[in-house]
């Protein structure tokens, strides 16, 4: 049974965030003024319930900010705002010669959800015809965005690719990189943060680590955002378990729009291909027998960061591990975020000492983690599992509203809610939960 109110909540939420005039949806208002990359795929997948146009808008001014050699940014600015730091001019892209001209971006990516989103928008929506002219129009432009991967992030040419910032992550504070800005010492910028003046600072990322994160794109543009120059000499590279599994189940879904446009064929040689190759990277180089669940990989030091984090069973959402090993995870999953009185799933691992219940990416939940997670425990007929993840994000929703980021612990009540308010994928998502006959 549908909550309509939900659903009309999570609408008028959709609809609020999104501008008209330039056909895209903000994350959340004065906290996050743009567009950006990830949040717009999800987003979309909202709007496909009740308006496919919506959806089609949202994907084009995502990819009106691709950059000619089929990098797709993490922020496309199509607006200006003073709210976010850091915004429109610091980021220089035109320092490089494939940047748009017609619209600033940011120089760095985020999960590559955009392929995924394309084929949930098609089995979403009744005009499957109107929507196939659309992937038509638009799905080369993926493949181009995987093939600048593959060509320019996978410099062993290992199947995995790397990113070179936390903000490329999408999980942006997880303690995971800790390690990292240990090796770094960035000067003492000056700058001034916006996003805690939405925001309590206590549910935002420290002040040095905010140096870190400059830094790197400091870094990046010194380099003129040369991918060959930032893989030789960036602090910060990494092989992220969430990020090349939305990468591959984004591969799977060209595979299959592909093969229903027809006509295709060298490109679904090359993407099986692609495909083959990172599946068995993915398997052999980021499982952690020990932990007995995926990790991300130092490329930079070159070792595991040994930490269990919601991302560790993302590879779930893409079919990357066996069965076997599917239950292995599922069970150290359970084990360390399942207990009763926490909502499944927090962010990071409520074991572990860097464990922090309420700030940002540190151990709270996110609703997308959540849906990513949801879809591969359904994949893997962990139904039990699905339908808890399912009626616990529903629950959090209920409880306080379309919120960035939520308390897993239980006994926080009234009081555990987070972040930005009415935040967009938190309600498009939702929507989406709630049309699952799970
Ligand atoms: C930096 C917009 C984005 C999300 C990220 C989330 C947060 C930005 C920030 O907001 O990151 O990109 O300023 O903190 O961590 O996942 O896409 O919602």
């Known amino acids: 049974m549908i909550d309509k109110n939900l659903v009309k909540g999570a609408i008028n939420v959709l609809n609020s965030n999104f501008n008209d005039q330039q056909g895209f949806t903000i994350p959340c208002e004065g906290l996050y003024p743009f567009q950006w990359h990830w949040d717009s795929g999800f987003i979309a997948i909202g709007f496909a319930h009740y308006d496919s ?128 800005w240990e090796t770094m010492d960035p000067p003492k910028y000056k700058y001034e943060r916006k996003d805690t003046t939405h925001v309590d600072a206590a549910q935002r990322p420290t002040n040095r680590e905010y140096d870190n994160y400059i830094h790197l794109l400091e870094i990046a543009k010194a380099y003129n955002y040369d991918d060959a120059k930032i893989a030789e000499l960036s602090p910060f590279l990494v092989q992220d378990p969430l990020f090349n599994a939305i990468l591959i189940k984004s591969n ?38 020990d932990l007995k669940a995926y990790v991300h990989y130092d490329l930079r030091n070159e070792k595991q960061l040994s930490y269990i984090t919601s991302s560790s069973f993302t590879p779930l959402f893409a079919g990357i591990p066996s069965k076997e ?13 399942g ?22 990416w540190r151990g709270p939940v996110w609703i997308n983690l959540n849906w990513l997670l949801f879809r591969g425990m359904k994949y893997y007929n962990f139904t039990d599992i699905a339908k808890r993840i399912k009626a616990d994000t529903l629950t959090l929703i209920e409880e306080h509203g379309f919120y960035e980021y939520f308390d897993s612990r239980k006994s926080e009540g009234k009081n555990g809610a987070y972040g930005g308010h009415n935040f967009s994928w938190s309600a498009a998502l939702t929507i989406d939960l709630l049309k699952d006959k799970l």
């Open 325 to 337: 090993r599917a239950y292995i995870m599922v069970n150290t999953l359970m084990t360390k975020f």
């Open 53 to 180: 146009n919506k959806a089609k808008r949202e994907i084009e001014a995502l990819l009106s900010g691709q950059w000619a050699n089929g990098f797709i940014p993490h922020i496309v600015f199509h607006n200006d705002s003073d709210t976010y730091f850091p915004g429109p001019d610091y980021h220089r892209t035109d320092l490089h010669p494939d940047c748009p001209k017609n619209v600033k971006t940011t120089g760095i990516t985020q999960p590559p959800v955009t392929g995924f989103v394309l084929k949930e928008l098609y089995d979403i929506v009744e005009d499957k015809a109107d929507m196939l002219t659309f992937i038509k129009q638009n799905i080369d432009k993926i493949y181009k965005n995987h093939q600048h991967f593959y060509g320019h992030r996978d410099p062993y040419n290992e199947g995995l690719v790397y990113i070179y910032h936390n903000w490329e992550s999408g999980t942006d504070n997880s303690p995971i990189w800790d390690e990292i």
């Open 252 to 289: 799977s879904a060209l595979i299959e729009l592909y093969e229903l446009i027809g006509g295709h064929e060298e490109k679904i040689v090359t993407l099986n291909r692609w495909q083959t190759k990172a599946k068995a990277r993915f398997n052999e180089k980021l499982f952690n027998k």
């Open 339 to 360: 207990e009763e009185e926490r909502y499944l799933c927090a962010s990071f691992d409520p074991q572990s000492d860097k464990f922090n219940p309420v700030k940002y």
